[in-house]
């Protein structure tokens, strides 16, 4: 059993569109993260959420929006894409803040 | 603001050889450092951690020394292995935070056979 899915894994769109990007974890962990790559593959933290509450909110454009219907999931929405949105987008969680965490395997997000 | 510099950015290592990564960081209130290591098309997966009250941490082949006055900390791979070639992160947080993990910029290591 996958610990941290996402889906879909790519995701090619148009600038303009709205698009969402789901994510779940069967590891009973009360805290998850929305991290972006860049094309040269830096890691920034987006968004946390720890049991379905909003923790951080770093300073990513409100087109963005984090949702959480349970504490397994975190489901990431996009509006109005710009080019500079393409990314890989990766899902992760941990028990808590810090500690050990459990990456998805990714969603490359491509706007053209 | 850069809070994790690593380095080199990339870097060929021999098999059998050391890969030695080097990652320094400025915000003192940090006190976890673990390192993540990514394979092309995979997330990034926890490799080995410190916490700034012993100076090194060694699990297999992977050693972290960390040097708290400086404010530094590196990777050591002994034997390096083809299968170790990927990307890897440093990163750093402050303990119980909310602010998740700064990661360093990443090192792609290749081990040449």
């Known amino acids: 059993d996958t610990a941290v899915s996402q889906t879909p894994k790519y995701l090619v769109t148009q600038m303009g569109n709205d698009k969402s990007i789901k994510c779940e974890q069967n590891l009973g962990h009360d805290t998850m993260y929305w991290y972006k790559q860049d094309s040269k593959k830096f890691l920034k933290i987006m968004f946390s959420y720890n049991n379905k509450e909003l923790i951080i909110n770093e300073t990513v454009p409100n087109r963005f929006s984090p949702k959480s219907p349970d504490k397994a999931h975190l489901n990431l929405h996009i509006n109005s894409l710009e080019l500079g949105d393409s990314a890989v987008y990766f899902c992760?969680?941990?028990?808590?803040?810090?500690?050990?965490?459990?990456f998805g395997s990714g969603t490359q997000l491509s706007v053209l | 603001q850069q809070q994790v510099k690593q380095s080199p950015q990339s870097l060929i290592v021999q098999k059998g050889g050391i890969s030695i990564i080097n990652c320094a960081y400025e915000n003192t209130a940090f006190d976890y450092f673990p390192w993540y290591q990514q394979f092309p098309g995979k997330g990034p997966a926890l490799l080995i951690a410190i916490r700034p009250d012993v100076s090194e941490k060694k699990e297999g082949r992977f050693t972290i020394s960390f040097n708290k006055s400086a404010k530094q900390f590196s990777l050591h791979i002994m034997d390096s292995q083809p299968g170790d070639s990927a990307t890897y992160f440093c990163?750093?947080?402050?303990?119980?935070?909310?602010?998740?993990?700064?990661f360093g910029k990443g090192t792609h290591l290749i081990i040449q056979p």
């Open positions: 992760a969680s941990s028990q808590d803040y810090e500690e050990k965490l459990f």
């Open positions: 990163a750093a947080s402050r303990g119980g935070g909310a602010d998740g993990l700064t």
